[in-house]
C-alpha cells in the first residue's frame, strides 16, 4: 500500500484544512485507516481512525466535535476535515493504513509521508 498526504498548510486559529489521503496498491488486507500527528519535540500520537465500510470511527478527545474523518472507497481516499483549529493542533499529519482496529500506531506497516499543519495564534 502505497499512502500519499496532502492539503496541509498555515491557518490562523479557528479557521479550517482538509487534509487527503489517496492510496494505491494492494490495500484489500489493510481496510483500516487511521490519522496520526507528531508536533515538534513530542511523540507522534493518535488522531482519528475509520473502518472499511466508514461507518465506524472513532476521535482522540482532543479533536472530537471539531474534527472529521471520512473515506471515499471509490477513490481510495480519507479525508481530514479539520475545523476549529487550534495552535495545539500543530503538527505534522500522517495517514497511515493497517488491517486491524488499533490505535496504537506502532501497529500501522503503512505511512504516508505526512503533510505540515500549522496554526496560528
Known amino acids: 500500500v502505497q499512502l500519499q498526504a496532502s492539503g496541509g498548510g498555515l491557518v490562523q486559529a479557528g479557521g479550517s484544512l482538509r487534509l487527503s489521503c489517496a492510496s494505491s496498491?494492494?490495500?484489500?488486507?489493510?481496510?483500516?485507516r487511521a490519522w496520526f500527528r507528531q508536533a515538534p519535540g513530542k511523540e507522534r500520537e493518535f488522531v482519528a481512525i475509520i473502518n472499511a465500510k466508514g461507518n465506524t470511527i472513532y476521535y482522540t478527545d482532543s479533536v472530537e466535535g471539531r474534527f472529521t474523518i471520512s473515506r471515499d472507497n471509490a477513490k481510495n481516499t480519507v479525508y481530514l476535515q479539520m475545523n476549529s483549529l487550534k495552535p495545539e493542533d500543530t503538527a505534522v499529519y500522517y495517514c497511515a493504513a493497517a488491517a486491524v482496529w488499533t490505535t496504537r500506531h506502532s501497529e500501522y506497516e503503512y505511512w504516508g509521508q505526512g503533510t505540515h499543519v500549522t496554526v496560528s495564534s
Open positions: 496498491g494492494r490495500a484489500a488486507s489493510n481496510s483500516i
